[in-house]
C-alpha cells in the first residue's frame, strides 16, 4: 500500500517529494518518539508535524510565538481543505467560543495556540479531555535561556512532556547551537529526544563577505548588479535604515525602510508592498523578517555585522527559498566588532550571558575573517561536514589569484 504520508503530502499539500529531512523527522514522529528538528529557515518545518497530524488524526497542538504566523497558517491549511483552528488574542469571544466547539467535538485537526494560552490551567484540563496525538512546538529556540530570543512564557512549555507523557513532542527551530540544542531536550522532552539536526545547506545561496568602506556606495553598487530583483538589506540602526533607504531611492532604486520604531500602518504598508511587488529593497532591522515567506528574494546584504552567526544564518536563509541563484553579502570592518562588543557590555544581563555573548560573537567574527571555504565553517558549527562549496568569495577567488599568478610567471618570464 502507498505511504500515508506521501498520500497526504501530495493529496493535501499538492507535493511531489519530501525536502531533505522532512522523511525522517515525520518517520521518528509516527514510531511515537519525542523529535528536534533543527532545519534552515524555508526548509519546510511546518511540513514536519502538519503531514503527521493528518495521517494520526486526532487533535494535533501547535504552539507558536506570534498571532501573525498562527493566523496565516491556519489560513493556509484551510485553503488547502484541513481543519485548522486558534483561539488567540485577536479573534473576539465568539470565534473563540467557535473554535473551541469544533476542538471539543473532535473536528479539528491542528489547534494553534499561543504558549500562555495553552498553559492555562483551564485550557490544559479541558485538552486533557481530548484525544490528543501530537505537540508541536515552533520556534523552540524561545525555550533557551541561552539563545538570542529566550521568552518567558515558553518556559512553561517544560511542563508539558510531564501532563502529556504519552504524547510525542516536536521542537523546530532554525537556529540552536549545541548548548541550545540540548537546553530545549532537557527542557521539552526532559532529557531523553531523538536529536536531528538536519538539512542545514542552502547551496544556492553564495556567500560573500567584504571589507567596509563606504556602505552607502557599496549597497548601491551591489543593488544595481541586482537590479530589478527584490532583497533584504539589514541595517543595526533604525536611523540608518531610513537613511539607506532614502539614498537607494535617489538612486532610482525602489527601497522601503522598516523598523520597529515605525507606526504599525506604516510597517504593514511597506511588508505589504514588498511582499507583493517584485524588484522592491527592503531596508530593515532585525524587527523585519519572522515568518516572512517570499520565494523570490534575491539577496540579503548586511550592511553590518549581525549578533551571531545563528543570527547570520537565520537572516540570509531568507533568500533563495525558491531555490534559484541568490547571493549573501556582508560589510564588514573593526567598527562593526567595536560597536557589537559595547552592545554586550553594556547590556543589563548575568556575567554568564555575557561570556556566552563574546563567544558567539567570536565565532562570527572567526567566520567573517576565515580564509576557508565560508560554507563549511557555517555548516561546521552547525555540526556538519562538508567539502569546499564553490559557491563562496573564498572558494571564488581562488581560481582567478591561482590564473593570476600563472599569468604573471609568463608575463615576467619566471
Ligand atoms: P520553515 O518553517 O522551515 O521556515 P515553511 O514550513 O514555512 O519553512 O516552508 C517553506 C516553504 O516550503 C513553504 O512555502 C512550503 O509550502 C514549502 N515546502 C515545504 N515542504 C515542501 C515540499 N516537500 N515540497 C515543496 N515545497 C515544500
Ligand atoms: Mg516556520
Ligand atoms: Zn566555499
Known amino acids: 500500500a502507498e505511504d500515508p504520508r506521501r498520500r497526504v503530502l501530495k493529496d493535501v499539500f499538492g507535493f511531489d517529494d519530501f525536502r531533505p529531512g522532512q522523511d525522517a523527522v515525520m518517520e521518528a514522529l509516527l514510531a511515537g518518539r519525542h523529535v528536534l528538528a ?4 524555508g526548509a519546510g518545518k511546518s511540513l514536519c508535524y502538519q503531514v503527521p497530524a493528518l495521517v494520526l488524526g486526532g487533535l494535533t ?3 507558536s510565538p506570534l498571532v501573525a ?3 496565516d497558517q491556519v489560513a493556509a491549511l484551510r485553503l488547502a481543505g484541513v481543519a485548522a483552528d486558534t483561539i488567540n488574542s485577536s479573534l473576539d469571544r465568539d470565534a473563540n467560543v467557535a473554535a473551541w466547539r469544533r476542538v471539543a467535538a473532535g473536528q479539528t485537526r491542528l489547534l494553534y495556540l499561543a504558549p500562555e494560552r495553552l498553559m492555562t490551567t483551564r485550557m490544559l484540563e479541558a485538552l486533557a479531555r481530548l484525544d490528543i496525538r501530537l505537540i508541536a512546538v515552533d520556534e523552540a529556540h524561545c525555550i533557551s535561556q541561552w539563545g538570542p530570543a529566550f521568552r518567558r512564557e515558553y518556559e512553561e512549555l517544560s511542563r508539558l512532556s510531564g501532563i502529556f507523557p504519552d504524547v510525542p513532542i516536536i521542537a523546530l527551530t532554525a537556529t540552536a547551537d549545541e548548548a541550545t540544542r540540548t537546553d530545549i531536550a532537557a527542557r521539552l522532552f526532559a532529557g531523553s529526544v531523538e536529536s536531528l539536526v538536519l538539512g542545514f ?11 567596509k568602506q563606504n556602505s552607502k556606495r557599496q549597497l548601491l553598487e551591489f543593488v544595481q548588479r541586482h537590479a530589478g530583483r527584490s532583497g533584504i538589506v ?11 533607504a532614502a539614498f537607494l531611492e535617489q538612486n532610482g532604486v525602489r527601497a522601503l525602510a522598516y523598523h520597529a520604531g515605525m507606526s504599525k500602518d506604516a510597517r504593514e504598508a511597506n511588508q505589504n508592498a514588498f511582499m507583493t511587488l517584485s524588484g522592491v529593497v527592503m531596508v530593515a532591522t532585525i524587527a523585519f523578517g519572522m515568518g516572512i515567506d517570499k520565494p523570490d528574494v534575491a539577496y540579503v546584504f548586511h550592511t553590518d555585522m549581525p549578533g551571531s552567526l545563528e543570527a547570520y ?11 534559484r541563484e541568490a547571493v549573501a553579502h556582508m560589510l564588514f570592518g573593526l567598527g562593526d566588532i567595536r560597536m557589537r562588543r559595547l552592545f554586550i557590555d553594556e547590556e543589563d544581563a548575568a556575567a554568564e550571558h555575557k561570556r556566552r555573548a563574546h563567544r558567539r560573537l567570536d565565532t562570527l567574527i572567526g567566520y ?11 555548516l561546521g558549527y552547525f555540526g556538519e561536514e562538508a567539502s569546499p562549496c564553490g559557491n563562496c568569495d573564498n572558494c571564488l577567488d581562488q581560481v582567478p589569484r591561482a590564473d593570476g599568478t600563472a599569468e604573471a610567471r609568463i608575463i615576467l618570464g619566471t
Not at 201 to 211: M, Q, S
Open 368 to 378: 567573517c575573517e576565515t580564509a576557508q571555504c565560508r560554507r563549511q565553517v557555517l
Open 234 to 244: 539589514y541595517c543595526l540602526s533604525r536611523k540608518k535604515t531610513e537613511e539607506m
Open 201 to 211: 545547506d542552502r547551496p544556492n545561496i553564495k556567500l560573500g563577505i567584504e571589507t
Open 313 to 323: 544564518y537565520q537572516e540570509i536563509g531568507r533568500a533563495g527559498r525558491d531555490g
Open 69 to 71: 504566523l498562527m493566523q
Open 38 to 41: 533543527v532545519m534552515p529557515t
Open 61 to 63: 497542538i501547535v504552539v
